[in-house]
């Protein structure tokens, strides 16, 4: 689609996120909801949904419903009740989803990411259904039916419903990461898109520039990843855009993204809230929430990816590296002890942004999958701020220490690294250097000042990088007048 076409329409994007929350049991019920357990094993009769039997809410639930609305900015009311959902699918065992529908847990928030404000309608609390394997999965190919494992079943989820303010796939995809990072953070949710403990839906429209009235809006499901949210959106999009061109009405529908297909295909006509028959839940109570309940949670929360940001920038990082690092958790906790036990922000980050990352990355890791401690990275950055070592030599053994946990003191003693810092054995191969190229010396008398770095690599070379470079670069100067 061309660009011109493209900027007639506005875009107009909500996300529904679905965060799973890191209880040990679930919402109603005291089974497991670990991921990767054998199918149906972490069930129970009120699970299965079997006649007689009543929910008991999971305190710890409430506890992270609060902890993430205070984090997303929301209002936290001091009452909330749950409702039954009514609708029909084979892997929800009681006909009904036990939801939040008219008075959620928290209510307007907001989350301001580069610069502008994504609104938050609601986050409720909600139980979650179970797995549908079809035919051609998980080893049943050529079947001619489908398995129900209720494993998932009655998990408990938090979902974050977006005010409709995103307008590109861009401004969508730093919403759903900085969510994932917040989640993250307070520990309420792992983010694993691919395992499904994070889900989106995206709710998307268009319409001609300077309209004040939103088009008709289809929501996309299936979306397990980052760049699958983008490339859903994109072409969404484009198949409306498409449609109003030709004088056709987009029509009100939840859609399935196929990342194999890239493309999004009728899944079923979009309900609405009174498709689903609410009423509220009669086996459970309306639940108050004290202020000081409230505030006894609020006094327990961890730093959030902002304020880290914030913090990082202010010891001098740029605002790239401190969002990076933010990005990986792992990596940020990793940065925090190191600061913690005294390293100079700045020559760490320089390790962290460089040959740490390149190693994670080119290895696919993450900084907890290495043996890299805190420690023997502030020891490492020690030796270098005492000119034991040089910075080069500590970049050569950096990776090293990711593989095996040698201490770098062991490394630099066991291969004789030790910087030379004696200026009359520098001066010695600095003098041999300088009488091997003599067309160089002669260039360099007659202005070409900057052979003097070719002078200092080759004496570095001779040296093995273990010579001081200082010492070096002082020496040249000298000798070469």
């Not at 999971?58 to 001091?78: D, Q, R, S, Y």
């Not at 938090?158 to 989640?183: F, G, K, Q």
């Not at 002669?442 to 003097?452: E, F, T």
Request: proline letters at 5%; glycine letters at 8%.
């Amino acid at each position: 689609m061309t660009t011109e076409l493209r900027d007639k329409y506005e875009v107009v994007i909500g996300l529904e996120v679905h965060a799973q929350l890191k209880t040990k049991s679930k919402i109603f019920a005291p089974d497991g909801c670990e991921f990767g357990h054998e199918p149906n094993s972490e069930t129970s009769p009120i699970t299965l949904g079997m006649p007689g039997v009543l929910p008991v809410l999971n305190k710890e639930v409430v506890n992270m419903g609060i902890l993430t609305g205070l984090a997303l900015n929301c209002e936290i009311p001091e009452r909330c009740k749950f409702d039954r959902k009514q609708y029909f699918y084979p892997d929800l065992p009681k006909g009904y989803q036990i939801s939040q529908y008219d008075e959620p847990i928290c209510i307007n928030g907001y989350l301001d990411i580069k610069g502008k404000r994504i609104g938050i309608t609601r986050a409720h609390l909600e139980e979650d259904a179970g797995k549908l394997v079809h035919a051609g999965a998980d080893g049943i190919a050529g079947s001619s039916y489908s398995l129900v494992d209720l494993n998932r079943a009655g998990t408990p989820l938090l979902e974050i419903v977006s005010e409709p303010d995103m307008r590109s796939s861009e401004e969508a995809r730093n919403y759903m990461e900085e969510l994932r990072n917040i989640v993250r953070y307070i520990g309420v949710c792992d983010g694993n898109l691919e395992e499904g403990s994070m889900r989106c839906d995206a709710n998307i429209s268009v319409m001609p520039k300077g309209s004040k009235t939103f088009g008709t809006r289809a929501e996309i499901k299936n979306v397990n990843s980052f760049s699958a949210l983008q490339r859903a959106i994109e072409y969404e999009i484009d198949r409306q855009i498409e449609i109003v061109e030709e004088g056709g009405e987009v029509v009100q529908e939840t859609r399935l993204w196929d990342d194999n297909s890239r493309e999004t295909r009728s899944m079923r006509g979009k309900e609405d809230a009174h498709d689903y028959r609410y009423f509220p839940e009669p086996d459970l109570m309306p639940l108050k929430i004290s202020r000081e309940w409230v505030q006894e949670i609020k006094d327990k929360m961890p730093e959030l990816p902002q304020q880290k940001r914030e913090r990082y920038m202010s010891l001098g990082l740029s605002e790239y590296d401190a969002s990076v690092i933010v990005e990986q958790m792992g990596l940020a906790l990793f940065f925090d002890k190191v600061l913690k036990l005294g390293a100079s922000p700045k020559v760490a980050v320089n390790f962290i942004m460089g040959e740490i990352t390149a190693y994670l990355k080119e290895e696919k890791l993450e900084i907890t999958d290495t043996k890299l401690t805190p420690e023997n990275l502030v020891e490492l950055i020690s030796l270098i701020e005492k000119n034991t070592i040089s910075n080069n030599i500590g970049k050569q053994i950096i990776t090293d220490m990711m593989k095996d946990g040698t201490p770098a003191s062991k490394i630099v003693e066991e291969r004789g690294l030790s910087q030379i810092s004696d200026t009359g054995a520098i001066k010695d191969v600095a003098q041999k250097v300088v009488e091997a190229h003599p067309s160089e010396v002669s260039a360099y008398k007659n202005g070409k000042v900057q052979l003097l770095g070719f002078f200092v690599g080759q004496v570095m070379k001779e040296t093995k990088g273990r010579a001081n470079p200082k010492a070096v670069n002082e020496i040249l100067k000298e000798i070469l007048g």
